[in-house]
């Protein structure tokens, strides 16, 4: 069965802070994605990786950074968390480009 | 980019009752996928649909590409499909472009 994980369900954070977020798929899947999710705005991509140490910038890549050094497990780095970046963060992989995406539960980061 | 547009945006059904949810976008696609999300926030991928028609359980979809909609119905709705169901696109290589999604709430 399919599963994607995200460390924590919900974090809140100081401004200022460097905040973690990380996912691992069991899927053995090439491309991993992160997307934050708004309401009224629905899903914005923030960065992708297509294979181990690779990643491409999405839609928002300000004031983020990724990490992918084992093909399980792609990182999501606020450097200095502000409250404009509380959010929902979802993680989703896929085997290929033109498939289906698995998405982990979220992050739900608030930033005070 | 490619324009997604989900309508409507918003739907409240009597338990039992069918319905019809609509993606239109802007260009051509070689991928275009229908996911719900629930109450709690999990996106579950319901079809990968570029074109053509899929089924399953009470849940269809209608890829019309070269119109350039794609067309989610539900039948008989429950409680339980309540949520947002996310229309997501892409053309050839590209990532995806999501919709801004639809609100279903589906009363006992």
């Known amino acids: 069965d399919v599963k994607v994980t995200q460390s924590s369900r919900y974090l809140v954070k100081r401004t200022g802070e460097k905040v973690f977020l990380e996912c691992v798929q069991d899927m053995d899947h090439e491309n991993m994605f992160w997307y934050r999710q708004d309401p009224g705005l629905g899903l914005r991509l923030i960065y992708f990786?297509?294979?181990?140490?690779?990643?491409e910038k999405g839609d928002i890549p300000e004031g983020y950074s990724v990490s992918r050094e084992k093909k399980e497990r792609f990182s999501l780095i606020l450097e200095s968390a502000s409250t404009n970046q509380t959010s929902m963060y979802l993680c989703?992989?896929?085997?290929?480009?033109?498939?289906?995406?698995?998405f982990g539960p979220g992050t739900r980061l608030l930033v005070l | 980019g490619i324009q997604v547009e989900q309508s409507p945006p918003d739907l409240i059904l009597q338990e039992g009752a069918n319905s019809t949810l609509r993606c239109n976008f802007s260009d051509s696609v070689n991928n275009l996928q229908w996911f719900h999300q629930n109450p709690w926030g999990q996106l579950i991928n319901l079809f990968y649909?570029?074109?053509g028609t899929k089924q399953n359980g009470r849940l269809s979809a209608t890829t019309v590409a070269t119109e350039r909609y794609s067309l989610l119905y539900i039948s008989s709705s429950q409680t339980t499909d309540s949520g947002v169901y996310f229309c997501a696109v892409a053309p050839a290589n590209s990532k995806l472009t999501f919709g801004k999604g639809i609100t279903l709430s589906v009363r006992p």
């Open positions: 649909i570029p074109s």
């Open positions: 989703a992989s896929s085997v290929g480009g033109l498939t289906t995406q698995y």
């Open positions: 990786s297509y294979d181990v140490k690779m990643k």
